[in-house]
C-alpha cells in the first residue's frame, strides 16, 4: 500500500495568515484527494487533484480559499487561505490505488486557528 | 446527494464483547468502504465491500446493496478497537461521501 506523508503534523496559527500543507506519496498516483475533518465531525471532499490541471472543487469550496497545487505525480500542496477560528479542523490528503481503488490516507494536519 | 447515516453514534464495550455497526445510504452505490480512526486521528481502511461478505480477522462486514446498508461486525473487541468507525459511499467517479461515524470506546 502507499506511504503517504504530510507536512506540517500540526500547527497552531493566527486569523488572516495562510497555511500551506504539503502531502508527499511514495509512488505516482494520478488522482490526489484533499479532505477537511471538522472538530468531531465526519470527512468533507475539498477538492480531487488531478496533475498538469486545475483542481476539481466540491460545492462550499473555492480556489480562492484553498488553492491547490499538483506539480507533480508523487506531491501535492493545499494552502488554508485568509484563516479564521472555522478552519480549525485536521486536513488530510488521500489517494485510491490498486484494483479496488482501496483509499488511503496520510496522517493528517491538525490546524488550530486563534 | 447521497446521505450516509451510521447507528449507533456512540458505543460503549466491555472488552471481549460483540458488536454491530450500521450504515445507511440513501442511493445506489458502486463502491462502499469501512475505515476506522484511531484516537491519534490516522485513517485505516477495513473493508472494501461493495456487496456481499468479508472477514479480516475479528473483523467482518456485509453490504446488502439491494437494501442500502452495511454492516460492520466486530468479534472479541480489544482497547485497541477504540476509536471512530466510517463507512464511505462512492458517488459517481472517485467522490466519496462519508458516514456520520460510530465513536467506539473499549473499556479494559
Known amino acids: 500500500s502507499a506511504v503517504i506523508s504530510q507536512k506540517p503534523s500540526r500547527d497552531i496559527c493566527q486569523r488572516g495568515t495562510s497555511l500551506t500543507i504539503q502531502c508527499q506519496v511514495d509512488s505516482q498516483v494520478t488522482m490526489m484527494f484533499w479532505y477537511r475533518q471538522q472538530p468531531g465531525q465526519s470527512l468533507t471532499l475539498i477538492a480531487t487533484?488531478?496533475?498538469?490541471?486545475?483542481?476539481?472543487?466540491e460545492s462550499g469550496f473555492v480556489i480562492d480559499k484553498f488553492p491547490i497545487s499538483r506539480p507533480n505525480l508523487t506531491f501535492s500542496t493545499l494552502t488554508v487561505s485568509n484563516m479564521s477560528p472555522e478552519d480549525s479542523s485536521i486536513y488530510l490528503c488521500?489517494?485510491?490505488?490498486?484494483?479496488?481503488?482501496?483509499?488511503?490516507f496520510g496522517p493528517g494536519t491538525r490546524l488550530t486557528v486563534l | 446527494g447521497i446521505q450516509v447515516e451510521q447507528s449507533p453514534p456512540d458505543l460503549i464495550l466491555q472488552e471481549g464483547a460483540n458488536s454491530t455497526l450500521r450504515c445507511n445510504f440513501s442511493?445506489?452505490?458502486?463502491?462502499l468502504q469501512w475505515f476506522h480512526q484511531n484516537p491519534w486521528g490516522q485513517l485505516i481502511n477495513l473493508f472494501y465491500?461493495?456487496?456481499g461478505t468479508k472477514q479480516n480477522g475479528r473483523l467482518s462486514a456485509t453490504t446488502v446493496a439491494t437494501e442500502r446498508y452495511s454492516l460492520l461486525y466486530i468479534s472479541s473487541s480489544q482497547t485497541t478497537d477504540s476509536g471512530v468507525y466510517f463507512c464511505a459511499v462512492e458517488e459517481g467517479t472517485y467522490k466519496y461521501i462519508f458516514g456520520t461515524g460510530t465513536r467506539l470506546k473499549v473499556l479494559a
Open positions: 487533484a488531478n496533475q498538469g490541471s486545475e483542481a476539481t472543487y
Open positions: 488521500s489517494l485510491q490505488q490498486g484494483a479496488l481503488d482501496t483509499q488511503y
Open positions: 442511493d445506489s452505490v458502486n463502491n
Open positions: 465491500i461493495p456487496s
